[in-house]
């Protein structure tokens, strides 16, 4: 079954940053009295390499943890997947292979995975990765092939020795999302109609169960905290219940768009709410600024800058260039906005806490040796 809504909130031009009005105090948010320890880990970008910075923080004080994470720093890598536990990355190993690098953040262990040592063939790109469980699946094409080969690797993480499933698949996968022990993989017919489709993998055998025609022009796929699947398209995004496959479209109405189809942001809160970095339009001078996307009141609120924070902060003691990560802390109710600086050639960041009710006020910052690419609160 097809539903059409249509999306008329943006609360940009009331309270683009919350600022005035009632409306957009953001239901739900925390913001008592009450401060909990909470621990953060930011992965900064600098000289084309990646590194974790551990933080220590409460809802008064953030610090460096001076303790050193067993995840090493490591190049940029090709692919990433972040969860609450997990960040996998994925980066080409020579000429022919490549290498997983799991690192789990409750336990602070690494595992390195080789995943194509039993391909001979050196023309192989990987184009996604997720994982689910035990399992991780990484998309890949083998462009030498004639025809040329669409696959979608299982590899068992629970096995002492390596063991794994290719699927085939008669298009191009370019993105994946785990949701209800189905994998969802958004493909590319680019050899004929130059539209996507979306084929879904039961988990439990590893067989493709259905096949779904998603037109033209879709940007990303995600899961969100309700176990729904979110296409996302510019001009609207289609919620599809990874149970039954029905569906809902949601279409924008002219500049309310809310943006997430361009933001690689995962961070959702207990409420399904959605923290990413978008482009505010007119309503900032910066090229990106932190937003909430509510789904369920289909509703975003864009935080700019110029609505919290004082002209010679922003621009003389943080330097703030651009948004580059955004999280939420839970526990104490503060949203966390991860900054470029303006100086490029040093590539240097921050983070930024705020607390959103009853209106954006800053806590806190901290200044960072590298830019903030993902942000994850234990």
């Known amino acids: 079954m097809k539903t059409y809504t249509t999306f008329c909130a943006f609360l940009a031009l009331v309270i683009f940053s919350c600022s005035k009005s009632d409306n957009g105090s953001g239901d739900g948010d925390k913001g008592g009295d009450t401060s909990v320890d909470a621990d953060y880990v930011t992965l900064l970008s600098k000289d084309g390499f990646l590194r974790p910075q551990l933080l220590n923080a409460n809802a008064e004080v953030i610090t460096l943890n001076p303790a050193e994470s067993a995840l090493s720093e490591k190049t940029i890598p090709d692919h990433s997947y972040v969860d609450e536990f997990y960040f996998l990355q994925y980066h080409k190993d020579g000429n022919c292979g490549g290498q997983v690098t799991k690192h789990n953040f409750k ?88 539209e996507n489709s979306l084929s879904v993998l039961d988990i439990s055998n590893n067989t493709l169960i259905h096949e779904m025609n998603l037109g033209y022009s879709v940007r990303r796929i995600f899961a969100d905290s309700h176990d729904n699947v979110i ?37 959702f809160d207990l409420e399904g709410r ?11 001078e910066y090229p990106l600024v932190p937003a909430i996307y509510d789904f369920s009141k289909k ?17 003389f003691e943080y330097e703030i260039e651009t948004t580059t990560a955004v999280g939420y802390d839970e526990k ?9 600086k303006m100086n490029s ?14 209106e954006p006020e800053l806590i806190d910052n901290i ?5 903030p690419t993902e942000i994850l609160i234990d």
Not at 300 to 314: C, M, P, Q, S
Request: hydrophobic share 40%; aromatic share 10%.
């Open 107 to 194: 336990s602070d262990t690494t595992t390195d995975i080789p995943v194509f040592t039993d391909v001979n063939d050196c023309d192989l790109t990987a184009t996604a990765i997720a994982k689910s469980g035990n399992s991780l699946f990484i998309s890949y094409i083998i462009t030498s092939a004639v025809p040329v080969s669409y696959l979608v690797r299982i590899i068992d993480l629970n096995s002492s020795e390596f063991s794994s499933v290719d699927v085939t698949l008669d298009k191009k996968p370019i993105d994946l999302a785990v949701a209800n022990n189905r994998l969802f993989i958004l493909t590319l017919d680019e050899m004929i109609t130059d």
């Open 345 to 358: 050639a040093a590539q240097e960041g921050g983070l930024l806490r705020i607390k959103l009710a009853p």
């Open 332 to 340: 104490n109710g503060l949203m966390l906005i991860g900054y470029k």
């Open 231 to 267: 296409i996302s398209y510019d001009e609207l995004h289609t919620t599809l219940n990874s149970s039954s496959l029905a569906f809902e479209y949601t279409q924008y109405e002219g500049s309310t768009a809310p943006k997430f189809a361009a933001s690689k942001s995962s961070n």
């Open 274 to 284: 959605l923290f990413y970095a978008m482009e505010p339009g007119s309503n900032s």
């Open 367 to 371: 200044d960072l040796d590298g830019v």
């Open 299 to 315: 509703l975003v609120i864009l935080y700019a800058y110029e609505n919290f924070l004082t002209e010679a902060k922003r621009n």
